[in-house]
């Protein structure tokens, strides 16, 4: 059974930085596409950033860009979210997501198949 873990989310001020990460048991972690997505409270679940299983080519939602960076490390079958100059819109649970294998879709909720159990991230102002 799959499971992605997530970890790093909490309390900050408007202007700092996080850092999440996201371990996965996937036997073959680097054929498969990452994700990262939000949900606030009343919202639908939106896309925030996705990295490729091959290039390691990123995308990014608009309104994280130049601010939030996704990385992986297949070694540690890990990925990554880094967040900075966080606002508070940026106030979400924020979910780690496995996409299908050596898929290249990476933009919406049914293009992943394995989802963590999400971290809270809250940017106070």
């Known amino acids: 059974q799959v499971q992605l873990v997530e970890s790093g989310g909490g309390l900050v001020q408007a202007g700092g930085s996080l850092r999440l990460s996201c371990a996965a048991s996937?036997?073959?972690?680097?054929?498969?596409?990452m994700g990262w997505f939000r949900q606030a409270p009343e919202k639908e679940r939106e896309f925030v950033a996705a990295?490729?299983?091959?290039?390691?080519?990123?995308y990014y939602e608009d309104s994280v860009k130049g601010r939030f960076t996704i990385s992986r490390d297949n070694a540690k079958n890990t990925v990554y979210l880094r967040m900075n100059s966080l606002k508070p819109e940026d106030t979400a649970v924020y979910y780690c997501?496995?996409?299908?294998?050596?898929?290249?879709?990476?933009?919406?909720?049914?293009?992943?198949?394995?989802w963590g159990q999400g971290t809270q991230v809250t940017v106070s102002s």
């Open positions: 996937l036997r073959t972690f680097s054929n498969y596409p």
């Open positions: 990295i490729s299983w091959s290039s390691g080519r990123t």
């Open positions: 997501a496995a996409g299908g294998l050596y898929s290249t879709s990476y933009f919406y909720p049914h293009d992943f198949n394995y």
